[in-house]
């Protein structure tokens, strides 16, 4: 083996997995990236500001959704003419608070799904408009936002980020079945 060909054949092996992970890797400029905490209540108040800020549409994908602000803020969104759809975990969501959130939801014209393919659908994630994405551990519910230490960090203006996020949450949503309100 030659010098030269030992510094193609790793280059090659890097190429490959470059090239087989593209869709993963990204160079963002002027982004702006935002980090809050829990309980100390930014990671909350990051949510409600991306859910606020959006004009145009909202996907959200969640794992425990029971959060009276987050509910208030996406049904607020619907009545500005944002459209908004959620795909929320089936079986985290089993309970009287989630059904009562996604009662909410649902009852004010928001479509609702309920993913049971996994073990658990663990994503906690917003994406808006196209370009900007909200992700991390913070859950949409009360005790995320009042007792748990979670975080949640929002980038805004990455369409191609937002881009990668959208097709994982159309995955999601696609596997769901529709929620039917209790009441």
Not at 13 to 33: G, K
Not at 108 to 126: E, F, M
Not at 148 to 168: Q, R, T
């Amino acid at each position: 083996m030659t010098a030269l060909s030992a510094l193609t054949r790793p280059l090659s092996r890097w190429m490959v997995a470059s090239v087989l992970l593209c869709n993963l890797t990204f160079t963002v400029q002027a982004a702006e990236i935002q980090v809050g905490f829990s309980p100390e209540g930014s990671a909350e108040q990051l949510v409600l500001n991306v859910i606020q800020r959006a004009r145009q549409q909202i996907r959200m994908m969640a794992y425990s959704f029971t959060s009276p602000s987050v509910v208030k803020a996406l049904v607020q969104a619907k009545r500005r003419g944002v459209d908004v759809q959620v795909v929320v975990d089936a079986h985290g969501n089993d309970n009287r608070a989630s059904r009562a959130a996604m009662n909410l939801l649902a009852n004010a014209q928001i479509p609702v799904r309920t993913n049971a393919a996994y073990k658990i659908q663990h994503d906690k994630v917003i994406i808006t408009d196209g370009q900007n994405v909200e992700t991390g551990s913070f859950n949409y519910s009360a005790s995320a936002a009042k007792a748990n230490s979670e975080n949640a960090v929002v980038m805004w203006d990455v369409p191609a980020v937002a881009s990668v996020y959208l097709e994982h949450w159309q995955s999601r949503w696609v596997q769901g079945q529709p929620y039917q309100p209790t009441y």
